[in-house]
């Protein structure tokens, strides 16, 4: 079946009438198996793909009731209301999902050195939604780096010593729509364990489009010869 779907028979609760004919109760139930089937089939499937319903009894009981989409690519519950669907998702299991970039990246040359970072699918992120974002490095040599996050089209840098340190990036946002407030924090600690040290701390603003895949991910600005290795970048989505 193609998408959007086109079903074989419309769902028509009148049908067959009791004048039907006898004989042709093999078909009639025939078409209502493959009429069942034929809507079993989109009761899943990608967010971006969510079908409207029929609406004969797509909330059959009243309100509270209605027919439910699994998007198996977000990870949502959503519920028909007769009109849209509603997600539903933080009913269920406190609703979150976790993305990471485990890669080591090692980068010695000057110039900018993106990485992969991670993608979330679009419709996974809503207004209210949010997520908290980890990332670990460590730097050698003698030089200079900026290090940007980059969500999107967005970005916030900041500034990495010239010295051999660990770092561990931390980032809370909340998706309000339009420009969303965050708050980041970068910890600094000397090779071999020593106590971090905050040594960034402040808010930030990204425009993030929800209905949009997000790639968030790193990218590190090395204006002279100087070694990052980052160990990892990960984001939990609060859905």
């Known amino acids: 079946m193609a998408f959007p779907p086109v079903f074989t028979d419309v ?3 009148t049908q067959p009438p009791d004048t039907q004919l006898a004989n042709l109760l093999g078909q009639d139930i025939r078409n209502l198996k493959l009429d069942i089937m034929q809507r ?5 499937g990608n967010a971006a793909n969510i079908p409207t319903p029929e609406t004969v009894n797509a909330v059959w009981g009243g309100a509270g009731f209605g027919l439910i989409f699994f998007a198996t690519d977000t990870g949502q519950i959503f519920q028909w209301s007769g009109a849209a669907w509603v997600n539903v998702t933080g009913t269920f299991f406190g609703a979150s999902k976790r993305y990471s970039d485990t890669a080591t990246y090692t980068f010695n040359t000057s110039g900018a050195h993106p990485t992969t970072g991670v993608t979330i699918p679009a419709n996974t992120l809503a207004v209210g939604s949010s997520f908290h974002l980890v990332a670990g490095l460590d730097t050698s040599g003698s030089g200079s ?36 407030p965050g708050f980041m924090k970068v910890f600094q600690g000397a090779p071999g364990g020593s106590s971090p040290a905050l040594v960034y701390s402040g808010p930030i603003n990204i425009t993030i489009n929800t209905a949009a ?3 968030i991910s790193t990218s590190y600005n090395i204006t002279t010869p100087f070694t990052v290795n980052q160990r990892f970048l990960s984001v939990t989505v609060n859905i």
């Open 40 to 44: 079993m089939s989109l009761l899943s």
């Open 11 to 13: 769902w028509d609760t």
């Open 213 to 215: 895949n997000l790639t």
């Open 145 to 180: 780096v900026t290090a940007s996050l980059l969500f999107g089209a967005s970005n916030a840098g900041f500034f990495i010593s010239s010295a051999a340190f660990n770092y561990l990036i931390d980032v809370d946002h909340v998706i309000t729509g339009g420009s969303n």
